[in-house]
């Protein structure tokens, strides 16, 4: 199984899962680029996989699936070109690469926001961003904060594909946090090696996330401590505050 990014529009990542054949694509924007990869490496685009409804998640579907009679899949919902809707639970297999995603409902971006998780390998859409989070637009604070420590209980392992080249500025912003924070600075220098290279400075994984990103080490003592002056003592509390703080950073 080879996992490639295909990027869209300015900081777009549409994700294809591919075996030198047959291809899966994750949210897939822009169907002219995806287009344009499938046609260099001669792949035929057996499936869809959408995380949720936002426009550059979805915009290039009906396009894709008409010229290649592609499966979509994708949440419960009012997406056009979705054929089956899934939920948690539901597992999804693509019988030409015959592979096989299980699906986690992850509200807080959106309130209809999937992940589509194979073996090590998780595609969560703008839930979670290497060093951030998406914003909470639909759903609650809460809501959002569940759905990561969800994704969180995966393996050291899991390898993140996000949706968004999101991580130089979402690394500032955690180190206005935790600006002492060590594996947070090795990470920003190996985040701009690889990006003055060109190259995406994703898929990260959990055994990272752990480490660096503020929104997974809200129950952390350190964290904890930083925010005691505000009478933030709860997780939920920590992440509710510092999530508003990057809305505005």
């Not at 992940?115 to 959002?144: P, W, Y």
């Amino acid at each position: 199984m080879i996992i490639l990014p295909i990027p869209a529009f300015n900081d777009n990542y549409i994700w294809c899962i591919h075996d030198n054949v047959n291809a899966i694509v994750v949210d897939p924007g822009d169907h002219i680029v995806v287009d344009q990869f499938l046609k260099q490496h001669n792949l035929n685009l057996s499936s869809i996989l959408i995380t949720h409804h936002h426009f550059d998640h979805t915009g290039g579907v009906l396009e894709l699936k008409n010229k290649f009679s592609s499966h979509v899949y994708g949440p419960i919902g009012n997406i056009n070109g979705i054929d089956t809707s899934v939920s948690e639970g539901d597992i999804v297999v693509d019988n030409l690469i015959k592979i096989k995603f299980e699906v986690y409902e992850i509200p807080g971006h959106t309130l209809d926001h999937i992940a589509f998780k194979s073996q090590n390998n998780l595609f969560c859409g703008d839930t979670i961003f290497s060093s951030g989070c998406g914003r909470v637009f639909e759903g609650t604070h809460l809501q959002m904060y569940n759905s990561l420590k969800k994704l969180s209980s995966f393996s050291d392992d899991t390898k993140i594909y996000c949706a968004h080249e999101y991580t130089l500025n979402n690394i500032d912003f955690a180190k206005s946090i935790e600006p002492d924070n060590a594996d947070l600075l090795q990470r920003e220098t190996d985040v701009k090696k690889l990006r003055a290279e060109n190259k995406p400075s994703v898929p990260t994984t959990l055994s990272i996330e752990r480490k660096i990103n503020p929104f997974l080490r809200c129950s952390e003592k350190d964290l904890i401590q930083k925010f005691q002056d505000y009478n933030l003592t709860k997780d939920i509390e920590i992440f509710t505050h510092i999530r508003k703080l990057k809305d505005n950073f």
